[in-house]
């Protein structure tokens, strides 16, 4: 038949929803079933970043659901109506072709990101990269720990500049991907290709370039390919699990060209931010939470992201095993009992002062003598440590000092740390002392 009917398409839907909740996303409603015929249920998408993650993550899903849902043998595919959007064919892809580009995830989208103080400067940059590429911050460089919403920006920008300026060129790549690349032109003498390849996008993205890291010749070559962007008002997107001069072995010129851009740091949340990004992920996936499980998840993964979206799904797996809503027992169950001892800011300031004999006023205070500044350093740097609060949020508990001056005690407190072994002893034993009290 030419058209399938409405009744098909939503018993697929609902079958998809039913055995496979943790693939189910909020914009499947947008999917339509264009055609069902010789065995084929032919899905349509928005745009190609659907189709790919649809072919990737939910091709059996969807077989799966149109079988039930006909009773007959049906495989599914997917397609958008954009012109360059092509089912994967058994041919390997020519050398430096976009097959190689990272695959955008339809769900990493700037309507899907949650700001908070953490990462506002970040969002802000990367809304303003994706109006004006090449004009607004350039290049914009986003460092973070793990799993706080780097790849999600850099997607995010990916989406928005494909959506908003057609016919300008994006290129979406791991730096695994920049450094094999080369490796391979070297030996195929085709460095003439690579370079025209990374050359002459419009926008050059690249995700985890620390591991730039010890080599030399790829970071030449990086560096000559950066010059020309930039020259040339292309834009330049990299993120970095920490600040450019941070990166080991990092060329001096990398680092100020890395630098001369906007550098933003995505710092762990704060827990209103960490339930407005739950209740954001339950949405997404279509997932009622009540607001006492919601503060229970973000109260329990205080520091990575992915953490978060882990333990929602983990509960609401659970409450389709029993058939059941989602309470705060079975969220509680499903998370497991037992929490450590959460350590309080206050907890360790009073554990600092008991330890150099000074007061918590001082350490809080303005003085900078150096019998106050050392534990003011160390507690800041234990309350980085053991705590989940943000560089911010520190930065409050010391008489409102900015990030800015929380990042760089915890650095210095690090570093001497390393080097010196009675400092990293004076550590362990305060932190032990604050994790099991009497603080």
Same mark, same amino acid.
């Given at each position: 038949?030419?058209?399938?009917?409405?009744?098909?398409?939503?018993?697929?839907?609902?079958?998809?929803?039913?055995?496979?909740?943790?693939?189910?996303?909020?914009?499947?409603?947008?999917?339509?079933?264009?055609?069902?015929?010789?065995?084929?249920?032919?899905?349509?998408?928005?745009?190609?970043?659907?189709?790919?993650?649809? $072919?990737?993550?939910?091709?059996?899903?969807?077989?799966?659901?149109?079988?039930?849902?006909?009773?007959?043998?049906?495989?599914?595919?997917?397609?958008?109506?954009?012109?360059?959007?092509?089912?994967?064919?058994?041919?390997?892809?020519?050398?430096?072709?976009?097959?190689?580009?990272?695959?955008?995830?339809?769900?990493?989208?700037?309507?899907?990101?949650?700001?908070?103080?953490?990462?506002?400067?970040?969002?802000?940059?990367?809304?303003?990269?994706?109006?004006?590429?090449?004009?607004?911050?350039?290049?914009?460089?986003?460092?973070?720990?793990?799993?706080?919403?780097?790849?999600?920006?850099?997607?995010?920008?990916?989406?928005?500049?494909? @959506?908003?300026?057609?016919?300008?060129?994006?290129?979406?790549?791991?730096?695994?991907?920049?450094?094999?690349?080369?490796?391979?032109?070297?030996?195929?003498?085709?460095?003439?290709?690579?370079?025209?390849?990374?050359?002459?996008?419009?926008?050059?993205?690249?995700?985890?370039?620390?591991?730039?890291?010890?080599?030399?010749?790829?970071?030449?070559?990086?560096?000559?390919?950066?010059?020309?962007?930039?020259?040339?008002?292309?834009?330049?997107?990299?993120?970095?699990?920490?600040?450019?001069?941070?990166?080991?072995?990092?060329?001096?010129?990398?680092?100020?060209?890395?630098?001369?851009?906007?550098?933003?740091?995505? @710092?762990?949340?704060?827990?209103?931010?960490?339930?407005?990004?739950?209740?954001?992920?339950?949405?997404?996936?279509?997932?009622?939470?009540?607001?006492?499980?919601?503060?229970?998840?973000?109260?329990?993964?205080?520091?990575?992201? $992915?953490?978060?979206?882990?333990?929602?799904?983990?509960?609401?797996?659970?409450?389709?095993?029993?058939?059941?809503?989602?309470?705060?027992?079975?969220?509680?169950?499903?998370?497991?009992?037992?929490?450590?001892?959460?350590?309080?800011?206050?907890?360790?300031?009073?554990?600092?002062?008991?330890?150099?004999?000074?007061?918590?006023?001082?350490?809080?205070?303005?003085? $900078?003598?150096?019998?106050?500044?050392?534990?003011?350093?160390?507690?800041?740097?234990?309350?980085?440590?053991?705590?989940?609060?943000?560089?911010?949020?520190?930065?409050?508990?010391?008489?409102? $000092?900015?990030?800015?001056?929380?990042?760089?005690?915890?650095?210095?407190?690090?570093?001497?740390?390393?080097?010196?072994?009675?400092?990293?002893?004076?550590?362990?034993?305060?932190?032990?002392?604050?994790?099991?009290?009497?603080?």
């Amino acid at each position: 038949m030419a058209t399938a009917p409405q009744a098909v398409w939503s018993d697929m839907l609902g079958q998809v929803r039913l055995n496979h909740p943790q693939l189910f996303r909020a914009w499947f409603s947008d999917l339509t079933l264009a055609n069902l015929d010789g065995g084929v249920a032919q899905i349509r998408t928005r745009n190609v970043a659907q189709s790919q993650y649809l $072919r990737r993550h939910c091709l059996q899903a969807f077989s799966e659901a149109a079988q039930a849902a006909t009773g007959q043998l049906i495989a599914a595919t997917f397609q958008s109506d954009d012109a360059d959007d092509t089912t994967a064919s058994d041919q390997s892809p020519a050398f430096g072709e976009p097959e190689e580009e990272l695959l955008l995830n339809p769900d990493c989208t700037f309507d899907h990101f949650v700001t908070g103080p953490c990462n506002r400067l970040a969002h802000a940059a990367a809304l303003a990269v994706a109006e004006e590429p090449g004009r607004a911050y350039n290049p914009f460089f986003a460092y973070g720990p793990v799993g706080l919403g780097k790849t999600h920006l850099l997607q995010a920008i990916s989406h928005a500049i494909r @959506d908003r300026h057609e016919g300008m060129t994006t290129l979406y790549i791991s730096c695994e991907t920049f450094i094999n690349h080369f490796m391979e032109a070297v030996e195929q003498g085709a460095l003439n290709q690579f370079r025209y390849r990374y050359r002459h996008v419009g926008v050059l993205i690249i995700d985890d370039i620390q591991f730039l890291a010890e080599r030399e010749r790829s970071q030449e070559e990086f560096f000559h390919t950066f010059n020309t962007l930039h020259q040339s008002q292309r834009q330049i997107i990299l993120s970095a699990d920490c600040s450019p001069q941070e990166i080991p072995s990092l060329e001096e010129r990398l680092v100020s060209r890395f630098n001369s851009g906007l550098v933003a740091l995505l @710092d762990r949340p704060c827990l209103e931010t960490r339930m407005a990004i739950v209740r954001k992920k339950a949405k997404l996936r279509c997932i009622d939470v009540p607001d006492d499980v919601i503060h229970l998840i973000a109260g329990r993964v205080e520091t990575n992201i $992915r953490e978060l979206e882990g333990a929602l799904i983990k509960i609401d797996a659970l409450r389709h095993s029993r058939s059941g809503e989602i309470t705060l027992e079975l969220a509680r169950e499903a998370l497991g009992e037992g929490t450590p001892r959460a350590v309080r800011i206050p907890d360790i300031l009073e554990a600092v002062a008991d330890r150099f004999g000074v007061r918590v006023a001082d350490l809080q205070g303005k003085k $900078r003598s150096k019998v106050v500044t050392l534990p003011r350093h160390i507690s800041m740097y234990l309350a980085r440590q053991l705590t989940p609060q943000s560089f911010e949020e520190i930065g409050g508990f010391f008489g409102g $000092r900015d990030h800015s001056t929380v990042l760089h005690a915890s650095r210095v407190i690090d570093k001497s740390a390393q080097e010196d072994a009675a400092l990293r002893e004076l550590l362990d034993e305060i932190a032990s002392g604050v994790k099991n009290g009497p603080y």
